[in-house]
């Protein structure tokens, strides 16, 4: 196996929740609709709140990454939902479908011979590939760890 190739193996696994991170599929799973728009004294997010910012930034990441002609929503408005609450029964399902779709593509691009991860993206300030990959995986663990620790508070998590 080639650096490089070890290099997009070792992303992938970070981007799949590999290692000490935590998969989306487990911070998300078996939450009960009703307690997605639920808060809790002292927190300033809800479940809805969180899962809809990992998809608006996730999804921004992507697009600065793959798409020349992207603009980036406005900081921080355009990162976060206005209601507390899913504002329909399937709004959670179709987030939930969006992130896993860019999460996919992201690890798409990364896994992709032709993706030159050290390259500069030629609109940006210095970003790579390999950076966006890394702040996507970034943003997510951190932001998952969140919503497992409102889940706790919430008293809907059996995890470790």
Known sequence: ????????????????????????????????????????????????????????????????????????????????PRSDAPPDADAWDRSVTAFRADLKAMQDLVADPATDLLARIPRGEGQTILREALLVADHNAYHLGQLVMLRRALGTWEGA
């Open 1 to 80: 196996m080639t650096s490089n190739q070890a290099l997009r193996e070792h992303l992938l696994y970070l981007l799949r929740g590999g290692g000490a991170h935590l998969s989306f599929d487990d911070a998300i799973a078996d939450l009960p609709a009703e307690l997605r728009g639920a808060k809790v004294s002292g927190v300033p997010h809800t479940p809805w709140h969180l899962l809809e910012h990992l998809r608006l930034a996730q999804w921004d990441i992507l697009e600065f990454s793959r798409n020349p002609k992207h603009v980036s929503p406005s900081f921080p408005d355009g990162y976060w």
